[in-house]
T-cell receptor, first 112, second 113 residues
Framework: DAKTTQPNSMESNEEEPVHLPCNHS???????IHWYRQLPSQGPEYVIH???SNVNNRMASLAIAEDRKSSTLILHRATLRDAAVYYC?????????????FGKGTLLTVNP | NAGVMQNPRHLVRRRGQEARLRCSPMKGHSHVYWYRQLPEEGLKFMVY????????ESGMPKERFSAEFPKEGPSILRIQQVVRGDSAAYFCASSPGNIYEQYFGPGTRLTVT
């Protein structure tokens, strides 16, 4: 399975944009890129997903590099409630795209 | 619309006992997934079920673990003869189909003493 690499931690200030990077240099052509986040003592929460084009939803934007070897999750205005561990995940290729494999993720701290 | 519900939220079992974890998917969702999160690790896929069928159990330990999703009622993850290494958070997720968004429950934290 293709792997992802994320920084262990990042810090941001409230109401400022946050760019969370993810490297996935071994991504295959059929792998989707998913982002989930997990607040302390809670289950993961879906944030966004994409394949090739940039994606926007009410929570965030996903910018995917043209060669698809990296992507960036963008939170446009961080709030204290965005403090969480953010996971960048590639869906397994070959039809088992439901099989999410969570790594260590990036711990985002938001300062007031 | 209620989210994914899991109970109990916390479960303490002695070594050798059985643990039963329940998951009620979101209304209208017929696909259920179980994940395990060991201390200091990320979530790992265990099993994928649809009503009355196990679709993929490739992440389940070969012994002592079983899962079901009956026609009526919640999905059950059953762990027989628990050992200390089974202590973990177990998360259930559901989706309306085999799509790209999984909705997770709050988890059951199992402690084996």
């Amino acid at each position: 399975d293709a792997k992802t690499t994320q920084p262990n931690s990042m810090e941001s200030n409230e109401e400022e944009p946050v760019h969370l990077p993810c490297n996935h240099s071994t991504i295959s052509g059929t792998d989707y890129i998913h982002w989930y986040r997990q607040l302390p003592s809670q289950g993961p929460e879906y944030v966004i997903h994409g394949l090739t084009s940039n994606v926007n939803n009410r929570m965030a934007s996903l910018a995917i590099a043209e060669d698809r070897k990296s992507s960036t999750l963008i939170l446009h205005r961080a709030t204290l409630r965005d403090a969480a561990v953010y996971y960048c995940i590639l869906s397994a290729s070959g039809g088992s795209n439901y099989k999410l494999t969570f790594g260590k993720g990036t711990l985002l701290t938001v300062n007031p | 619309n209620a989210g994914v519900m899991q109970n109990p939220r916390h479960l303490v079992r002695r070594r050798g006992q059985e643990a039963r974890l329940r998951c009620s998917p979101m209304k209208g969702h017929s696909h259920v997934y179980w994940y395990r999160q060991l201390p200091e690790e990320g979530l790992k896929f265990m099993v994928y079920l649809q009503k009355e069928n196990i679709i993929d159990e490739s992440g389940m330990p070969k012994e002592r673990f079983s899962a079901e999703f009956p026609k009526e009622g919640p999905s059950i993850l059953r762990i027989q003869q628990v050992v200390r290494g089974d202590s973990a958070a177990y998360f259930c997720a559901s989706s309306p189909g085999n799509i790209y968004e999984q909705y997770f429950g709050p988890g059951t934290r199992l402690t084996v003493t």
